[in-house]
T-cell receptor, first 116, second 114 residues
Framework: NAGVTQTPKFQVLKTGQSMTLQCAQDMNHEYMSWYRQDPGMGLRLIHYSVGAGITDQGEVPNGYNVSRSTTEDFPLRLLSAAPSQTSVYFC???????????????FGPGTRLLVL | DAKTTQPTSMDCAEGRAANLPCNHSTISGNEYVYWYRQIHSQGPQYIIHGLKNNETNEMASLIITEDRKSSTLILPHATLRDTAVYYCIVRELNSGGSNYKLTFGKGTLLTVNP
């Protein structure tokens, strides 16, 4: 298994440009999520999905859209990039918890985004 | 989810045990204690979790106090590759939706010195 993969690894955008950060997992996990991490900060949840066709907002959803058309993929779209969106973006996935078993989350390697 | 308090940084000598404390005095009965770590420039990595009892796996041990208000992550023989930020997270038992999310604080930067 490749686990959780993210593309691109690095991206530079100009203010106002749009782009999509890709996230894919091959573990058949139902739950997927996007976090952003700013320097010296912990991770903050942007959006998450508990299954194909179902998405919801996290702590910092403004300026981002997501969709979940398949179990494997969970792309994050920046509609009109702003310098405040300069960050490292991590995608994560896990099985849903069942029978009281707490499933762990697996994180991708991250996408480093710079918005000028 | 309950809030956690961790020291900002700690040092440890290579080969020695690293003991990382975490306070979670407002933890509720349904909340598990999770530990993740993040090596520089990488995504977070799961280490261990527990509810009441002490837990051990191939990476670490987790000691939870009887009142569950604090815990300690133990790396028995720290190596240079264990230098990372360690996050202690408390999280409710499965209830779906946004409870899948992990709330990361600033964690503890553990530096393992040669």
């Amino acid at each position: 298994n490749a686990g959780v993969t993210q593309t691109p690894k690095f991206q530079v955008l100009k203010t106002g440009q749009s782009m999509t950060l890709q996230c894919a997992q091959d573990m058949n996990h139902e739950y997927m999520s996007w976090y952003r991490q700013d320097p010296g900060m912990g991770l903050r949840l942007i959006h998450y999905s508990v299954g194909a066709g179902i998405t919801d907002q996290g702590e910092v959803p403004n300026g981002y859209n997501v969709s979940r058309s398949t179990t494997e993929d969970f792309p994050l779209r920046l509609l009109s990039a702003a310098p405040s969106q300069t960050s490292v973006y991590f995608c994560a996935s896990s099985y849903p918890e069942a029978g009281g078993k707490q499933e762990t989350q697996y994180f991708g390697p991250g996408t480093r985004l710079l918005v000028l | 989810d309950a809030k956690t308090t961790q020291p900002t940084s700690m040092d440890c000598a290579e080969g020695r045990a690293a003991n990382l404390p975490c306070n979670h005095s407002t933890i509720s009965g349904n909340e598990y204690v999770y530990w993740y770590r993040q090596i520089h420039s990488q995504g977070p990595q799961y280490i261990i979790h527990g509810l009441k009892n002490n837990e051990t796996n191939e990476m670490a041990s987790l000691i939870i106090t009887e009142d569950r208000k604090s815990s300690t992550l133990i790396l028995p023989h720290a190596t240079l590759r264990d230098t990372a930020v360690y996050y202690c997270i408390v999280r409710e038992l499965n209830s779906g939706g946004s409870n899948y999310k992990l709330t990361f604080g600033k964690g503890t930067l553990l530096t393992v010195n040669p």
